[in-house]
């Protein structure tokens, strides 16, 4: 059974794209812990980070890093932080989060639930 991002993959499932190649889709996260919270997925399924074979590996985290400082350019932030949890999705997947302290990355914390058009335009912002 196809999980949540690979349908998101499929386009089955809409998602609020920040950029794309032949291996990897990063998007919005639609519950995040800030404004412009980023997951990055590689498009082939497989459920743990540390199962995907070392290229692909490399490769995501250098595809991550470009979104990383496109987010960091117009998301006020000092820093993007970099999480994998890998509990919430069985699909392996980046959370790249604006911070300004620790406790941003905070999962435990209240989620940010913004509309739809604040979503458009973070995406739309960050493609930019």
């Not at 991002?5 to 990897?24: L, Q, V």
């Not at 979503?119 to 960050?126: C, F, G, K, R, S």
Request: glycine fraction near 4%.
């Amino acid at each position: 059974m196809p999980t949540l991002f690979t349908k998101i993959i499929s386009g089955e499932i809409p998602c609020y794209k920040i950029a794309e190649n032949e291996k990897f889709l990063a998007f919005l996260d639609i519950m995040p812990l800030s404004k412009g919270h980023t997951l990055v997925i590689p498009k082939v399924e497989i459920d743990y980070i540390f199962d995907l074979d070392d290229d692909l590996l490399g490769e995501m985290m250098v595809f991550a890093k470009k979104v990383a400082k496109n987010i960091k350019n117009v998301v006020p932030c000092k820093k993007i932080g970099v999480a994998v949890v890998g509990l919430e999705v069985p699909h392996a997947h980046i959370h790249l989060i604006p911070i300004n302290s620790v406790s941003d990355m905070d999962f435990g914390k209240e989620k940010m639930n913004l509309s739809q058009e604040e979503l458009i335009e973070i995406a739309e912002t960050i493609r930019s």
